[in-house]
């Protein structure tokens, strides 16, 4: 198992920036597909973004495209998720997961960080 923990969520107007990360212990990330999911309240979790276990693909969700970028340092067992040009449709607990399947459903991942809320202001 792998361990998960995310950070860098907080408030922030519409149209600004915001960079989540992920630092995973207990196994390298090398050994992962690493994504993040999103979960607005009443709302199913979803999908966001992935990257194959050594970024060399990614995949992303049609409403975060050409906004969002996901990216990852297995030297340093750290993902990261820029999210730029937020919208207040992307507020949510934005949540890290580790799996092994390049897939974007939730029961395909194993492992889960607590989550962090993100608030975008209008």
């Known amino acids: 198992q792998v361990q998960l923990v995310e950070s860098g969520g907080g408030l922030v107007q519409a149209g600004g920036s915001l960079r989540l990360t992920c630092v995973a212990s207990?196994?390298?990330?090398?050994?992962?597909?690493m994504a993040w999911f999103r979960q607005a309240p009443g709302k199913d979790r979803e999908f966001v973004a992935n990257?194959?276990?050594?970024?060399?693909?990614?995949d992303y969700a049609d409403a975060v495209k050409g906004r969002f970028t996901i990216s990852r340092d297995n030297a340093r067992n750290m993902v990261f998720l820029q999210m730029d040009s937020l919208e207040s449709e992307d507020a949510a607990v934005y949540y890290c997961?580790?799996?092994?399947?390049?897939?974007?459903?939730?029961?395909?991942?194993?492992?889960w960080g607590q989550g962090t809320q993100v608030t975008v202001s209008s």
């Open positions: 997961a580790a799996g092994r399947s390049f897939a974007r459903l939730p029961v395909q991942y194993d492992n």
């Open positions: 207990g196994r390298t990330l090398r050994d992962y597909v």
């Open positions: 990257s194959h276990y050594l970024g060399t693909a990614t």
